[in-house]
């Protein structure tokens, strides 16, 4: 049963627009969300992320939304550059159980010239 | 410190034999995990240490799976008797906070 889902493996934007990445959960005991970028042959970097309590949080061209009561959450990077280009894990975490994330399985964001 | 490391990071092994990563987290870190994560999936959380105590383990790690962190220090993943199922790459990350983790570049797994 996968907690967090991203339903888009994949994701093709033009460099300058905005890349909306989405992802929903299941679990209501969730608080807190965190976006990790990954390279290839490299671990994942973390992002941004948002605790249960706010419903944007904005770092440079990285912004979070969170909507509670739709159970989902996008990362909208803008102006995408090709640096950009890589995956993208949602990832949630329920910080007054413990301290595990749980993965989406990822979007691979291809920013094309 | 340059951040979380992790030797080897490749290993081929045949299957049956045993296998032992080692992480070197951020110094300061208390906190350290570890994650399995396979072809299309996303990091899939195996274990976690505060300090030198085990605090929890998933399901996901079998008892061919044993991890230690003597003083709180570096950690060892070791599988024993290794199946083909086990190919993946180990992630280890380590945090000060249950905010942020870092993550180690990972060692790739392929039991042959």
């Known amino acids: 049963d996968q907690q967090v889902k991203q339903n888009s493996p994949s994701l093709s934007v033009q460099e300058g627009r905005i890349s909306i990445l989405n992802c929903d959960y299941t679990?209501?005991?969730?608080?807190?969300f965190l976006w990790y970028k990954k390279y290839p042959a490299e671990g994942p970097t973390f992002l941004i992320s948002?605790?249960?309590?706010?419903d944007k949080n904005e770092d440079g061209r990285f912004t979070v939304f969170l909507n509670k009561s739709a159970k989902h959450l996008s990362l909208h990077i803008v102006p995408s550059q090709p640096g950009d280009s890589a995956v993208y894990f949602c990832?949630?975490?329920?910080?007054?159980?413990?301290?595990?994330?749980?993965f989406g399985k990822g979007t691979r964001l291809h920013i094309l010239p | 410190d340059t951040g979380v490391s992790q030797d080897p990071r490749h290993k081929i092994t045949k299957r049956g034999q045993n296998v032992t990563f080692r992480c070197d987290p951020i110094?300061?870190?208390?906190?350290l995990y570890w994650y399995r994560q396979t072809l299309g999936q996303g990091p899939e959380f195996l274990t976690y240490?505060?300090?030198?105590?085990?605090?929890?383990k998933s399901r996901l790690l079998s008892d061919r799976f044993s991890a230690e962190r003597p003083k709180g220090s570096f950690s060892t993943l070791e599988i024993q008797r290794t199946e083909q199922g086990d190919s993946a790459m180990y992630l280890c990350?380590?945090?000060?906070?249950?905010?942020?983790?870092?993550f180690g570049p990972g060692t790739r797994l392929t039991v042959t």
């Open positions: 990350a380590s945090s000060l906070s249950p905010y942020e983790q870092y």
């Open positions: 679990n209501s005991m969730f608080d807190y």
């Open positions: 948002i605790s249960s309590i706010k």
């Open positions: 990832a949630a975490s329920a910080l007054n159980r413990d301290d595990k994330i749980i």
């Open positions: 110094s300061e870190h208390n906190r």
């Open positions: 240490f505060q300090n030198e105590a085990q605090l929890e």
